[in-house]
Antibody, heavy 116, light 111 residues
Framework: EVQLVESGGGLVKPGGSLRLSCAAS????????MNWVRQAPGKGLECVGR??????????DYAAPVKGRFTISRDDSKDTLYLQMNSLKTEDTAVYYC???????WGQGTLVTVSS | DVVMTQSPLSLTVTPGQPASISCRSS???????????LNWFHQRPGQSPRRLIY???NRDSGVPDRFSGSGAGTDFTLKISRVEPEDVGVYYC?????????FGQGTKVEI
């Protein structure tokens, strides 16, 4: 059974940092491109970024609102995806989901609240 | 960037009746590999999105056959042949042909 379990969310002040994790199981994580998608309270879905598999260079792509502030990485030895979020803004408040790049499986999400 | 536009944004339906949601992209979603990467998702309150349809018209495993997807190029449609009470929630289209991925605004379906 495919499982994606996010963790690391919480309350952080504007300008602060937070690192999210996504533990994967039930599929070949190392061969999978992975995404982060977020959803602000009461709003729609917005892609954050993605990371290629190591075989495809492990390259990353980011959406414009987070480029230069967020960094996606992966540890294939731990089947874990990460999202390092720096210089957080109030508009980054959202539930953050990890998902495979084909968007077939999603985690349950972790809430990040940026507020003073 | 590609912009996805859904309509209507809200839909009230009667159980047993059909429903249809439109999704239009600002440019063709045909990938250079010939595939069209247009997905449909359903999200119930407090839950993660669930993929229903991939590559325009392919139903995911376990998705009832009352759900169908169609379209080509820039115009796509999700149809529910007979709405059930459990179909309430928000439906999103998303394109995976280009980066960044682009989601539609969502269509809220109520009974």
């Amino acid at each position: 059974e495919v499982q994606l379990v996010e963790s690391g969310g919480g309350l952080v002040k504007p300008g602060g940092s937070l690192r999210l994790s996504c533990a994967a199981s039930g599929f070949s994580f190392s061969n999978s491109w992975m995404n982060w998608v977020r959803q602000a309270p009461g709003k729609g879905l917005e892609c954050v970024g993605r990371i290629a598999s190591r075989a495809h260079g492990g390259t990353t792509d980011y959406a414009a609102p987070v480029k230069g502030r967020f960094t996606i990485s992966r540890d294939d030895s731990k089947d874990t995806l990460y999202l390092q979020m720096n210089s957080l803004k109030t508009e980054d408040t959202a539930v953050y989901y990890c998902a495979r790049d084909v968007l077939d499986f999603w985690g349950q999400g972790t809430l990040v609240t940026v507020s003073s | 960037d590609v912009v996805m536009t859904q309509s209507p944004l809200s839909l009230t339906v009667t159980p047993g009746q059909p429903a249809s949601i439109s999704c239009r992209s600002s440019q063709s979603l045909v990938h250079r590999d010939g595939n069209t990467y247009l997905n449909w998702f359903h999200q119930r309150p407090g839950q993660s999105p669930r993929r229903l349809i991939y590559e325009v018209s392919n139903r995911d495993s376990g998705v009832p056959d009352r759900f169908s997807g169609s379209g080509a190029g820039t115009d796509f449609t999700l149809k529910i042949s007979r709405v059930e009470p459990e179909d309430v929630g928000v439906y999103y289209c998303v394109q995976r042909t280009y980066w960044p991925r682009a989601f539609g605004q969502g269509t809220k379906v109520e009974i």
